[in-house]
């Protein structure tokens, strides 16, 4: 079984700053992309950015020079360090991962999700 748990969301004024966390454990035999999707009220889920395994990253057109996704392959985590934040970001944001269990089985897994809120 594979968790894929969220942290550090909130509520930032416009023009702030935060940093999302995700980390998976479980039975993991190894991790290819990982990313973020978010899903705002009425709208569909939408990507936010992805990390390869060897750090190729790609951004929403909306979040490119704001955002910033990173990942730590030791630790089976990504990060999303969000700036300049408008009140269009308001969202839950979800961690993805496309995981190869000790079983040998791809799964993609999605994370519980964390509220960013943005408003003054």
């Known amino acids: 079984q594979v968790q894929l748990v969220e942290s550090g969301g909130g509520l930032v004024q416009p023009g702030g700053s935060l940093r999302l966390s995700c980390a998976a454990s479980g039975s993991i035999r190894s991790i290819n992309d990982m990313g973020w999707y978010r899903q705002a009220p009425g709208k569909q889920r939408e990507l936010v950015a992805t990390?390869?395994?060897?750090?190729?990253?790609n951004y929403a057109d909306s979040v490119t020079g704001r955002f910033t996704i990173s990942r730590d392959n030791v630790k089976n985590s990504v990060y999303l360090q969000m700036n300049s934040l408008k009140p269009e970001d308001t969202a839950v944001y979800y961690c993805?991962?496309?995981?190869?269990?000790?079983?040998?089985?791809?799964?993609?897994?999605y994370g519980q999700g964390t509220q960013v809120t943005v408003s003054s």
């Open positions: 993805n991962a496309a995981i190869l269990g000790r079983d040998l089985r791809y799964g993609n897994y």
């Open positions: 990390c390869t395994r060897a750090g190729t990253t």
